[in-house]
């Protein structure tokens, strides 16, 4: 870019008033030496005028060439500077946007990152729940399985025994030998052994009975009830039949349920292997989309701050591009009007040298003596004065002036050049050179007349001049005065301002930070009892999944008890019935022995399940202080959590009102700022303003009393001189001869009186009678 100079308002105005200075002396100080070579020249008076304006002419356009250059430079530093600022705001405001987009898209991404989280993390739960359940129901089959395998080889072991024994005696019928011929068996191994044999078959035909039907079961009751004597017939044939007929169902059930328990534990095997797998999979994505979301929280932490410096960056250019705009634009309006001001005197001037330069002007000019031969030095001089009256920097006044009254003078020239001289006045020298160049007397006196009324003129000028310097300097120091009571003002505003923002203890930055310290607190709270809550929750699943599984197993054991002691009992009273029959039927009664039912533990066994149901309900007792536990924990962390939230939204809105509040108040500080600024400038130009009249005005101030009095003193010489011109012969004879000329045809008439009718009829050109018709009281008539 150009290098462009850059020149202030005040500047310009400067420049205005030098040029005006400069045009000042031009028409009066500098006239002095022009003149004297125009005179050696032998100019004519006109053409010294001419060429005076033609010289001011030239000057105006130089004037004007200087501060196009001047304003060209100005002009340029704008467009650069205007073009450079747009460029910084075009910039910006992409940034913003391309920012503002990229936060928006951080911001998309994490809501779609917090969802997928979520939803992995209930899915990871489901995954997990799906296991227990899996493990749970595959524990219960197995442990159903081991029962029910228990139970199958403790029947089929009966089974074979009670067939083994039945077939040792005869019963089978598929043997070579059948029962009949084996009824001496009666006496097999004695007595003790037949009972041993009718035990182990009871004990058989009474496992056996649970799982046949209604007639074998029927077959079986009789067989059982019949006395055992060793003798067997068909019907101990059909039991053996029946006997083997649930061997091989009991083995084929042992063999359906151990592959039915191989076929369910390589399901489960195979199930969990792909629900670990799920699981893996998705706790490697949770992971990995969680450290995805903390690196958006970081970016869009660093992203809304670029965002910040950037809308702050942009106010600061769009403001400086607004104040350039608005001082470019003052000042080519400046220029405008300069340029059109000067347009018009350079034609005045062009204008004004036309008329007095034209061939017509010139004729006319070279017959009169004052534009052909006369002197300038008086309009030079005049003007010397006014500036020096003006400005003050060329000539002193006289402090006192001498009495013309003391010694009259012999002449009015005389009188006039000793007054010129102790007065130092022009006008009176002037007057005085009219005289010696033997001007004629009306000429003379007009042109005292002329002086006398300048030199009133130019004292009511003087007084304007001190009025308004008074009037200007009161006004202007009222104006600072009132500057700077509001500079002191607005000092006391911005203090203020600047404490209640960056007061360390109640600023509205350190309540800020209170503030986000407060937030990030009741964040680490949130998250650390939200932690420690899934922790305990955890614990209490698995502490509720082992009461559970606990209960079932007791359960179980109550149930299996109490179904095979229940059938111990129910033996035993079957027994009892029996024998009382016997008692009644007075059947032989073998020696006392033992009980033929086997009774076992079943009082301990009750005992257990007592026992069993009493740990039972303690754990029962257990689960429930468990839930309730947990119910308390869960309610106690919703009241904590709902609290916590409370405070951060109450937390968060007081940060949002001080950060509002602060944008708010250092709008306003810079405002002040500003303000504080422009009244300082203001000031400064008052006082500037002040420093620039103080000489002019200190001049007129100090000096119009003694002003006054030299201008009394001239008024004074010129009406004397007046008076002294009045008085002179030659005047008196002067004025006598033109009246004589001014009769005309009429002068001998007039010569006796000039009040006769005849007089007065031959001067208005009538006759007598008709001038005595329209003046009847003249003389004569």
Not at 198 to 210: E, F, I, Q
Request: with cysteine; charged share 30%; hydrophobic share 35%.
């Amino acid at each position: 870019a150009p290098n462009c100079v850059c020149q202030s308002p005040r500047s310009s105005i400067s420049a205005a008033m030098k040029f005006a200075r400069a045009t000042l002396c031009c028409l009066g100080l500098a006239a002095v030496p022009w003149h004297t070579a125009a005179e050696q020249q032998g100019d004519r008076t006109i053409t010294q005028v001419v060429k005076l304006l033609q010289d001011l002419a030239e000057k105006s356009k130089q004037e004007g060439d200087v501060e196009r250059d001047l304003y060209a430079k100005y002009k340029c530093y704008c467009d650069t500077t205007e073009a450079e600022k747009k460029t910084e705001i075009s910039q910006l405001s992409e940034e913003i946007a391309l920012l503002e987009s990229e936060i928006d898209a951080l911001q998309a991404s994490s809501g779609k990152l917090s969802k997928e989280v979520a939803q992995l993390k209930a899915d990871i739960t489901a995954n997990k729940e799906a296991q227990d359940e899996a493990t749970s129901i595959r524990k219960q089959e197995n442990d159903e399985f081991i029962a029910l395998e228990a139970d199958l080889k403790q029947a089929i072991g009966q089974m074979s025994e009670a067939i083994t024994t039945l077939s040792e005696v005869g019963a089978d019928q598929t043997m070579a030998e059948g029962a009949d011929h084996k009824q001496y068996m009666a006496g097999y191994e004695g007595g003790a052994g037949l009972m041993k044999l009718r035990s182990t078959v009871k004990a058989a035909l009474l496992a056996a009975n649970a799982f046949v039907g209604k007639k074998q079961a029927k077959v079986v009751d009789a067989f059982l009830q019949a006395p055992f004597t060793g003798t067997y017939t068909a019907q101990s044939g059909e039991v053996v039949g029946i006997l083997k007929d649930m061997l091989d169902t009991f083995t084929k059930n042992l063999d359906a349920a151990t592959a039915k328990e191989a076929a369910a534990l390589e399901a489960y095997n195979k199930y969990m292997g792909e629900l670990e797998k799920a699981a893996k999979e998705m706790q490697e994505s949770y992971d990995k989309k969680q450290g995805k979301l903390g690196s958006n929280d970081g970016g869009l932490s660093s992203k809304r701050e670029q965002l910040d410096t950037a809308r702050v960056s942009l106010a600061e250019a769009q403001d400086f591009l607004a104040k350039l705009q608005d001082m470019c634009a003052a000042k080519k309006k400046q220029y405008d009007e300069r340029v059109a001001l000067r347009a018009n005197e350079q034609a005045a001037l062009s204008e004004a040298i036309a008329v007095l330069n034209s061939d017509a002007a010139f004729a006319t000019f070279g017959t009169v003596d004052a534009t052909k031969t006369g002197a300038t030095s008086f309009v030079q001089a005049t003007r010397r004065a006014s500036v020096r009256r003006h400005v003050g920097s060329m000539f002193a006044v006289s402090e006192s002036a001498p009495s013309f009254q003391a010694q009259p003078p012999k002449s009015p020239q005389e009188f006039l050049q000793k007054a010129a001289k102790a007065q130092g006045s022009s006008i009176l020298g002037r007057i005085a050179s009219l005289l010696q160049a033997h001007n004629p007397f009306s000429t003379v006196l007009k042109e005292i007349e002329k002086m006398i009324g300048l030199i009133g003129e130019e004292g009511v000028k003087d007084a304007k001049q001190h009025e308004w310097c008074l009037s200007e300097r009161t006004t202007t120091q009222d104006g600072i005065t009132s500057k700077t009571n509001e500079i002191t003002d607005l000092g006391g505003d911005i203090q203020t301002l600047t404490d209640e923002i960056e007061n360390p203890e109640t600023g509205l930055k350190a309540m800020i930070q209170l503030d986000e310290e407060a937030l990030q607190q009741n964040y680490n709270s949130q998250e650390t009892q939200t932690k420690e809550r899934r922790d305990e929750n955890l614990a209490y699943q698995k502490d509720i999944s082992n009461l559970v599984e606990a209960e079932a197993l007791l359960d179980r054991a109550i149930v299996i008890l109490r179904k095979y002691y229940s059938k111990i009992s129910a033996e035993l009273k079957g027994a009892m019935l029996v024998q009382a029959k016997k008692a009644k039927r007075d059947e032989p009664a073998p020696p006392a022995t033992w009980e033929d039912k086997y009774q076992g533990q079943s009082s301990g066994g009750t005992d257990a399940i007592s026992m069993l149901e009493f740990i039972r309900k303690n754990t029962k007792s257990e689960e429930t202080m468990a839930h309730t536990d947990e119910n308390a924990a869960q309610h106690s962390y919703e009241d904590s959590m709902a609290d916590l939230k409370t405070e951060e939204a109450d937390t968060q809105k007081a940060l949002a009102s001080n950060r509002k509040l602060l944008a708010e108040k250092e709008e306003t500080l810079l405002q002040k700022k500003a303000e504080l600024e422009r009244a300082q400038k203001e000031r400064k130009a008052l006082e500037d303003y002040l420093s620039e009249i103080k000489p002019g005005c200190d001049f007129i101030v100090e000096n119009l009393e003694l002003r006054d009095t030299n201008r009394a003193n001239e008024k004074q010489a010129l009406e004397q001189a007046v008076d002294l011109i009045k008085g002179t012969p030659v005047y008196q004879n002067a004025m006598a001869e033109a009246h004589q000329e001014s009769l005309g045809d009429c002068k001998d008439v007039c010569a006796k009186d000039e009040a006769h009718v005849e007089c007065k009829a031959c001067l208005a050109s009538v006759t007598v009678p008709g001038y005595c018709a329209g003046h009847p009281g003249t003389a004569g008539c």
